[in-house]
């Protein structure tokens, strides 16, 4: 099948909607999306962006069931380590279902990992959880190294009543 | 100990070069620091600096065994959450170990809090590994969730030569 790989517009922001709210549906989490279209387009395409994106489009011939063109899209962001200096953050990396096995996701994150080396990023780094295996098991097979299993990073967050109790208490000493 | 916590700037790079190498040899990973105090200032404080960093000073009366007045930073950079938004990433938060327990880490916690809310981000996120129980206890206890243990997340990351390949591999359909 054939399909183009290009960088997001803002006219974009339906489509991601869309296939983020359908992402979060698959990882169980569909409750949790509070970010509309309207705060994508402002993000993601104002005077300063927070992240980039990318999307494959397939062509009129080829469209989903539903009849959509947009059918995955890969959202990502710079980072920074203190070891190894500039670094790219893979937030999400999505094919719609009925694309899958047909190499769309292959061809996106191969077109990440070359922009991480365009802009001199030592690492592309992203998170994925242990029951998600098929998706895994397609970064690892690719040369991801599991950083959970291999030195036991853990990944913490402070978020909603614990992050406004943190930023408010009192000092200890 | 009165201390005082403050944006760093370009000329305290050589004390944070300093104590990401004393971090490194904490976390048991002295050779993996491949960022110079040059880079750092370059990285930081150019036209398009890629995080920011609060650091913690002491008075020269309550300077360090080696004489350090810096005794403490937290580095962070802006991400993005598809789900909720702008956030933030806490890359490292380090007190020197003879200025532990004396409130510093858990003041500069809370000053990247502030932050975090004052930069309306929905999170603050980060890493500990398993094996570095005061500093897992020490989050938890001020409320983190540890997304690993409870969601099940792993960390992966593509560098070096995966990385490589990956950026030049052939379409696979």
Not at 12 to 40: G, N, Y
Not at 137 to 151: M, N, P, S, V
Not at 152 to 161: A, K, P, Q, S
Request: aromatic share 10%; hydrophobic share 40%.
């Amino acid at each position: 099948m054939e399909f183009t790989i290009r960088e997001c517009e803002a006219k974009d922001c339906k489509d991601i909607s869309r296939m983020i709210m359908e992402l979060a549906v698959h990882l169980k989490l569909p409750e949790q999306v509070k970010v509309s279209r309207k705060e994508l387009e402002q993000d993601g395409f104002s005077g300063q962006p927070f992240f980039k994106c990318l999307i494959v489009e397939v062509s009129d011939e080829n469209k989903s069931r539903d009849g959509h063109t947009m059918v995955g899209y890969a959202l990502y962001f710079y980072s920074y380590s203190t070891m190894k200096g500039k670094a790219l953050y893979m937030e999400d990396l999505y094919i719609m279902p009925e694309f899958r096995g047909k190499g769309l996701g292959k061809a996106l994150l191969k077109r990440v990992a070359q922009i991480s080396r365009e802009q001199r990023c030592k690492r592309l780094q992203f998170m994925v959880q242990d029951w998600n295996r098929p998706s895994l098991e397609f970064y690892l097979q690719h040369g991801a190294k599991d950083l959970t299993a291999a030195e036991g990073w853990h990944v913490l967050r402070f978020e909603g009543g614990a992050l406004d109790t943190l930023a408010q208490a009192a000092p200890e000493n």
